[in-house]
């Protein structure tokens, strides 16, 4: 990586360990250089011990984490010039697309850091939207199975499991004192929650 000043990655869904062991050299090398890291990870990241200690260790090394309910598509964008993303979003090991077309890039771009300037940093508390109440995990599920997306889905999207999806519509429907999902989507738009 010979000239390289700023890497930013975009990092969603589940990290294998043996994924992040072989990129810990490669970000070490990158960190020790001087090459100014800015990653994004979901906030379910900091539920899962190896991303978490992954992450904390990029912290550590002088790169910057943060995370947000949802963040973009999985891509590496190099000196704001080049970027690498996935041929197949749902299989990583079917290779990546090397981008340089300064229109394609500068939509990569635009996408990192809208997500990057709402996302929370690592180390902070994720703050609870005062209005309602809700984690943005939470705000961002209702909008997820408001739009008609299935639990499987919706924690598809989040990071994070079907169970661990009934777990947050259950703690969000006794909030609203609802007996049903219908019943709670209907108080959370009379509440502007949606």
């Known amino acids: 990586m010979p000239g390289v000043t700023e890497a930013l990655g975009s990092q969603p869904g589940n990290q294998r360990p043996e994924d992040l062991a072989a990129g810990r050299l490669t970000d070490a090398e990158a960190l020790s250089r001087g090459i100014a890291m800015r990653t994004l990870y979901q906030d379910s990241a900091r ?75 690592l180390g902070a508390a994720h703050p609870e939207d005062t209005r309602t109440g809700l984690t943005a995990t939470e705000r961002e599920l209702l909008r997820l199975l408001g739009s008609g997306l299935t639990d499987d889905a919706a924690g598809q999207r989040l990071g994070i499991s079907s169970r661990t999806v009934g777990r947050h519509m259950s703690s969000i429907m006794e909030r609203l004192g609802a007996s049903s999902r219908f019943e709670a989507g209907i108080k959370a738009a009379h509440r502007g929650w949606l």
């Open 47 to 121: 539920n899962q011990p190896h991303v978490a200690t992954y992450a904390h260790w990029l912290l550590s090394q002088g790169g910057e984490v943060r995370t947000a309910a949802t963040i973009p598509p999985r891509m590496v964008i190099i000196d704001r010039s080049q970027a690498l993303v996935p041929i197949d979003p749902a299989d990583n090991r079917k290779g990546a697309l090397y981008v340089t077309e300064p229109g394609i890039l500068a939509a990569l771009l635009d996408l990192f850091e809208q997500a990057w300037n709402t996302a929370v940093p």
